[in-house]
């Protein structure tokens, strides 16, 4: 049990000190960067990503793109692009780090988008069609709201995977709550790492559960076949 | 009226699936495509509104080539039910029903409105409104697809075999429901099916395609039955034919006799072998032979002028009489059908 004594005394050493909580390197300036490098990432991912998959799906023009997005990234090494961005663009700007960020979050989210599209039953976009819906209608009125757990999803994946990977991204010398990790790691301040862990898990947690609101809010009872009780 | 004008379709890969088809659905009648499968029914249907564009040959609609009309402004005006109904599973019921209307740009108190009216229309509890699709038996959905199509009241209705993935009750009472709300919307009906049965009930006329698209027959379900055109509408229309075609011969002229009902608890005062005993207020009770005096026998009622004599005959065979028994509509005896009334009827039926 002696690691667990350690866990936690680390933990109240690292929550517990007042400097931790204030100032550029306080945990609520932290925290905000965190929030600000993954939400600007994958609010561009999925501004890119969605139309794409969409238009992809729908058309079924394309298509290439979403199996090469899909291999790429399987392939490339998260870090790796980090780096090699900033060794590009010099670490003075966000840019070096946010663009690969985005790359990296594009794959999950055009993905899902475009299968579930695809997965549409073909009997109902032929309904749809046959109602004399046009193209489009048929896409945003019939398709979308079908498709959306799957597009939810994409956007949670990659929305982890940003998280996550910002995490990293303290290494090319951006803020965010991997300094507390990276920089405790440094100089051997243990508590900093064990607290720094905590705080990217608790954000990782809130970030899963959002998209789970996200999801019950914006699904139709009628996709997700949760009964509304009344 | 829908004319098809030596219309083909051939399919990309070079698949013949209509073959200068022509023939009219006329205005307010059930016209019923059938034959065996990929004989190009649907591929038929699918051309009037335009899912499929016909490849040489028109089609008009009340005289106007459908080809000239942009497929979406087309379909708004055509109503289209699907097998397995094809209801849009993120919207309630009500707005399901609604889908066309709300297209036409009605306002949402109007729409709703007359979806609700129609929901009743198909025979659908009103409280269905609110479910969604999934919350639906088949049976139901197939019924909201009947109200969707219906929605926007087009005077064309197409329906591609709308009732064949249902259980055959069900599949009963959706017929006998078409047929009732035709009766009352006279719709231009082109209704798709691979059942004959069903294509006789439904159709005022039949039209049997063979594979390769071409038609075999175009006839009222009667002729169809006693005039197959050629071997192949013959060995399609199955084997009890000549059954079947009762069906259409009216029990209006079928000879009765009055003087074989005795009434319940009354002496039994003549030497018949069956006697129908009636109750007070004259509704059948059962048969009894001179045989066994004590037992009551089954029996099985035709409503007299307005059943076929296919159902006369079916009464005849439930009962160990052989007679069948005639009532009114309100289910009283009118009287009594012998054997030997039944055997000159069916001989009439016979020769012409
Ligand atoms: N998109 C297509 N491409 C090529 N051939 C097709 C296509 N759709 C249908 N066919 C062919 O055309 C013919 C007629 O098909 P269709 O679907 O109209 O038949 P059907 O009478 O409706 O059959 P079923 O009773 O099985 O529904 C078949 O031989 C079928 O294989
Ligand atoms: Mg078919």
Redo the contacts with the bound molecule.
Sequence with gaps: MGWLTAFFSWLGEFFGNPENWSGPDGIPMRLLEHLEFSALALALAALIAVPLGLLIGHTGRGEVLVVVSANLARALPTLGLLVMFVLLLGAASIWPVIIPLVLLSVPPILVNTYEGIRGVDPELRDAAYGMGLRGPQVLLRVLVPVALPLILLGCRLSAIQVVATTTVAAYTGLGGLGRYVIDGFATKDYASVVGGSVLIVLFALVVQTLFTLAQRVTVSPGVSQRLKVR | MITFDSVTKR???G?V?VDRLSLEAPTGEITVLV?P???????SLRMINRMIDASEGRILLDGVPVQGIDPPTLRRGIGYVIQQAGLFPHRKIVDNIATVPYLLGWDKKKARARAMELLERVGLDPALAGRYPFQLSGGQQQRVGVARALAADPPVLLMDEPFSAVDPIVRTSLQDELLRLQAELNKTIVF?T?DIDEAIKLGDRVAVLRVG?TLAQLADPKTLLSEPADDFVREFLGHDRGIRRLQFISTEGLRLRTDLTVEEGAERGTSEPWLLVVSGDGRPVGWVSGARPGELEPYGTFVYGRDSMRSALDAALLSPSGCSVAVDEQGKVVGVATREALDQALAEAADG
Excluded: E, R
């Design positions: 399919y990309p890969d698949t699936a034959g499968s990929g004989c190009g029914k649907t591929t798709v691979h698209g």
